[in-house]
């Protein structure tokens, strides 16, 4: 779902939009898309056809929501937001990536208990997670470098 654009360049909607897109295998969409960006299989899940699928997300869709109805109770869960994909909004061979919602449920549940974060003073981590995300090489990784060297990593990314 999202207000973005439906195809490259285009306006933004003025109406809410939705696309059906089944989830995708990590491996199969990590290779289709290695031409695009890194996804890293316990932070981001993927979704869309492959092929010639116009089907996708486009500019303006990022945050918007990933939902998958559970085939037994019918219920709506959250699963993921959007967050990158084709640049040019095709689909195509490539396909929609998203933030995987469960890989972040105790962070939000610890950010809604504590203080605002305040930058650490001294060269510590601030997250258990730290050696394992280095792992991933996200320390390097465009996207998540700068709050990784900022806030929560700054000993094991190198950052003091």
Not at 24 to 47: P, R
Not at 70 to 97: A, F, K, Q
Request: net charge positive; charged share 20%; with cysteine.
């Amino acid at each position: 779902m999202g207000w973005g654009s439906s195809s490259f360049q285009g306006k933004k909607s003025q109406i809410l939009m939705q696309a059906k897109m089944p989830i995708v295998e990590y491996n199969t969409c990590a290779k289709a898309n290695q031409d695009l960006g890194e996804v890293v299989d316990t932070m981001m899940l993927c979704a869309g056809y492959g092929g010639d699928s116009k089907i996708s997300g486009c500019h303006g869709d990022s945050g918007g929501p990933l939902v998958c109805q559970d085939r037994d109770t019918g219920r709506w869960t959250l699963r993921g937001t959007v967050s990158w994909g084709d640049h040019y909004c095709n689909g195509g061979p490539t396909y929609s990536v998203f933030v995987r919602i469960n890989s972040y449920v105790d962070w939000v549940k610890c950010k809604i208990a504590s203080q605002p974060l305040k930058p650490p003073q001294e060269c510590v981590d601030a997250h258990d997670y730290c050696g394992t995300w280095n792992g991933y090489g996200l320390c390097e990784n465009s996207y998540f470098r700068n709050m990784l060297k900022t806030f929560y990593c700054k000993k094991t990314c190198k950052a003091c």
